[in-house]
C-alpha cells in the first residue's frame, strides 16, 4: 500500500475511536507531521510510519498511552526524541534499516 500524502492537517483530527494508522510507504519527499497531530488519538495502538522521509516524531506521540507497536522501518532521516520514554504500553518497536543508532533505555525492556 504506497500513500502519497503531501501534508498532513495543521489542525490535529479528532479520532477518538482511530486504533490503528498506517501512513506508510509514503511517496512524498518529507512528511512532516503537526506537533499536536495526535492529541485526539488517545486508543491508537499501532503507527505504521516505515518507510517514509520523517525526520523527527512530533511531542503529540507521547500522549498515546496506548500505543503498542511503533514501526519506524526504512525511515533512514528519523531521529529518536527522548519523549519516546513516555509511551509505557510499547512493546513492538521496529526500526529496521533506520539510521537509529540507540533507544532510551526505558524502551530497552
Do not use: G
Amino acid at each position: 500500500m504506497h500513500n502519497n500524502i503531501d501534508e498532513l492537517p495543521s489542525r490535529p483530527p479528532i479520532c477518538l475511536q482511530l486504533t490503528t494508522l498506517l501512513l506508510t510507504m509514503n511517496d512524498s519527499e518529507v512528511l512532516q507531521i503537526p506537533n499536536s497531530f495526535f492529541t485526539h488519538m488517545q486508543r491508537l495502538k499501532v503507527l505504521d510510519l516505515s518507510f517514509t522521509a520523517i525526520q523527527s516524531l512530533p511531542e503529540s506521540i507521547s500522549k498515546l498511552e496506548n500505543l503498542y507497536a511503533l514501526l519506524l522501518e526504512n525511515c533512514r532521516q528519523l531521529k529518536l526524541c527522548s519523549f519516546m520514554e513516555k509511551l509505557k504500553a510499547l512493546k513492538e518497536l521496529k526500526l529496521t534499516e533506520s539510521q537509529i543508532e540507540e533507544v532510551p533505555k526505558v524502551l530497552k525492556n
